[in-house]
């Protein structure tokens, strides 16, 4: 006699009565007759998403987008400074009555101090002393800024353009210093040393006083008798950017509750100096709108392509030389290869100061052609140049979040 067990003989019992005991009911083959089997359910793979997931019918939870104004508001946050930059430009072109009123009260002035008041509020002691040790990166960071990039000048001065000023403007922009407040602000913004950030572009402005009319002289001027507003800039560079940094780190030192709420507030200060910096492309194009209007789109245009070209080209070299340097110090680690110290060089030794160049184009008196004509190109490059670094820095930032999230 062949004896079956009832457990293989009857099928799975329904899911509320699993739990129950064998005591409390007693089941049979013959007694129990069994339903037909579920069908058989593939089910997906839920993402990782954020916010709540519905549950569905058969319990598993299906992953829902982002409400859309929670993805609207993340893609300003994360794209906060384009984003600002973008939109002083277009209410320049709109309206340029409320940017011209600006100008006339210096308000571009007043939005740099901000920014370099929170820059020494942000400012640790322990950076400056990491920008001490980073000497090697900064004097690589000088030499790009007032050596090489002058150097590009005497080729982009080759290129047949009319307006001739176009060109010429393009060239003398590229014996300009590093800007005073937007290499500092994206260096913060990226993670970079911002120390660093600040000394690079302190010293390369007031050594740009020796150099910039040589520059200018050897590589468009020929003769033209260049020659550099010396005590006003000077003092402009002491008023607008040394006092600042200095008040606000003697702010910061001497009282532990304002570093406190410093530390504690980093992002929401980072919004105000993007929001500072995008002042100065809203008044620059306010100031220019009409004569942008008056030039020919296809002659701006290429302008325009230009000056991007030259940007992204100095990009790509100070990237490059950088990561060539990094190689000659393989046994140890470089400074070169710190991501905080190489972003601070690729974003300062990159970018060019537009005050000035117009400080020059004033002093000049129309030798080296009509002086809108050569700010106009200008006013372009220092605006593409700052949203182009702007874009670079958010995809370090994404980077950053992602390796973050990784580990």
Known sequence: MITHYPSLLRAPLPAGLRHLTPHAFHF?????????????????????????SPVAGDGGKRATPPPLGAAVLDFVRSNFLPLALIGGIALALLDPTLGCLAHKYSLSKYSTFGIFIISG??????????ALQAWPAGLFGLGSILLFTPFLAKFIVQIQFFPREFITGLAMFCCMPTTLSSGVTLTQLAGGNSALALAMTVISNLLGIIFVPLSLAKYIGAGAGVSLPTEKLFK?????LLIPLILGKVARETSKDIAEFVDGNRQGLSV??????????????????????????????????????????????NATALQLLSCLKQKEESVFTSKEYSRAVILVASQKTL??????????????????FLVIPCVAAHINQIII?????NWWRQRDQQSTNAK
């Open 28 to 52: 049979t083959a013959a007694a129990y007759s069994p339903l037909p089997p579920p069908p058989f359910r593939v089910r997906p793979l839920r993402a990782a998403a954020g916010g709540g």
């Open 121 to 130: 509020l942000t400012l640790r002691t322990k950076e400056l002393g990491a």
């Open 236 to 240: 402009s560079l002491v008023s607008t």
């Open 272 to 317: 105000i100096s993007a929001v500072l910096l995008s002042l100065v492309p809203w008044i620059q194009v306010s100031r220019s709108r009409s004569m942008l209007l008056s030039v020919q789109a296809k002659a701006f245009a290429i302008t325009v392509t230009i000056g991007v070209l030259l940007h992204l080209a100095l990009l790509a070299f």
């Open 355 to 372: 005050p000035v160049l117009v400080a020059v184009v004033e002093q000049l008196g129309g030798a080296l052609g009509e002086s809108g």
């Open 389 to 393: 670094d702007s874009i670079l820095v």
